[in-house]
Antibody, heavy 126, light 107 residues
Framework: QVQLVESGGGVVQPGTSLRLSCVAS????????MHWVRQAPGKGLEWVAG????????YYGDSVRGRFTISRDNSKNTIFLHMNSLRAEDTAVYYC???????????????????WGQGTLVTVSS | DIQMTQSPSSLSASVGDRVTITCRAS??????LSWYQQKPGKAPKLLIY???SLQSGVPSRFSGSGSGTDFTLTISSLQPEDFATYYC?????????FGPGTKVDIK
């Protein structure tokens, strides 16, 4: 079955950088777009970034655009989130999520999140 | 970006009740609307996509409707395992946004 395992979270100081990873298994990774979604403590869900199945297009939420970069390595079934200039408000559980649309078919677009990892906690604090 | 609102923000209900949650978009999103359920300490779970399509494995007591800017999620007969927070999410643009959530708890 689909499995997504995030890693790389931790406690970091404001202004520093961190890289999150998400290793996927149980499906043909290079057929699917992928996303990062975060949830601050006690708050709702916030979509952070998405990437096409082939890595050729990336999209970002307004609060992270210019600071975060999503990428993927299809040879390793892994996506990454490179986070720079971290702020206290970036403190959250970061989830990796698979897009539901199989791009091996006739249509391809980013749409919804049908499988999720367990999340990794990032705490930005001095 | 498209803003999503939900009402109510919370509700109390009993097992067996019919529950309806509303989601509204700040502009038309056709039927590019999904619903998720999240329990404390767990990742969200996809329930409904394309406004009214039931995700595989989700009980038929969950249903969705709507198009344009106004959408609803209905639980026809609330079960003990349905007490959770529910979020809507639009995918009309590739800058996805979620609603603020509706917490359903036990009356």
């Amino acid at each position: 079955q689909v499995q997504l395992v995030e890693s790389g979270g931790g406690v970091v100081q404001p202004g520093t950088s961190l890289r999150l990873s998400c290793v996927a298994s149980g499906f043909t990774f290079n057929n699917y777009g992928m996303h990062w979604v975060r949830q601050a403590p006690g708050k709702g869900l916030e979509w952070v970034a998405g990437i096409w199945y082939d890595g050729n297009d990336q999209y970002y939420g307004d609060s992270v655009r210019g600071r975060f970069t999503i990428s993927r390595d299809n040879s390793k079934n892994t996506i990454f989130l490179h986070m720079n200039s971290l702020r206290a408000e970036d403190t959250a559980v970061y989830y990796c999520a698979r897009d539901a649309v199989d791009c091996s078919g006739s249509t391809c677009h980013l749409d919804r999140f049908d499988s999720w990892g367990q999340g990794t906690l990032v705490t930005v604090s001095s | 970006d498209i803003q999503m609102t939900q009402s109510p923000s919370s509700l109390s209900a009993s097992v067996g009740d019919r529950v309806t949650i509303t989601c509204r978009a700040s502009q038309t999103i056709a039927t590019y609307l999904s619903w998720y359920q999240q329990k404390p300490g767990k990742a969200p779970k996809l329930l409904i996509y394309a406004a009214s399509s039931l995700q595989s494995g989700v009980p038929s007591r969950f249903s969705g409707s709507g198009s344009g800017t106004d959408f609803t999620l209905t639980i026809s007969s609330l079960q003990p395992e349905d007490f959770a927070t529910y979020y809507c999410q639009q995918s009309y643009t590739s800058h996805f946004t979620f609603g603020p959530g509706t917490k359903v708890d036990i009356k």
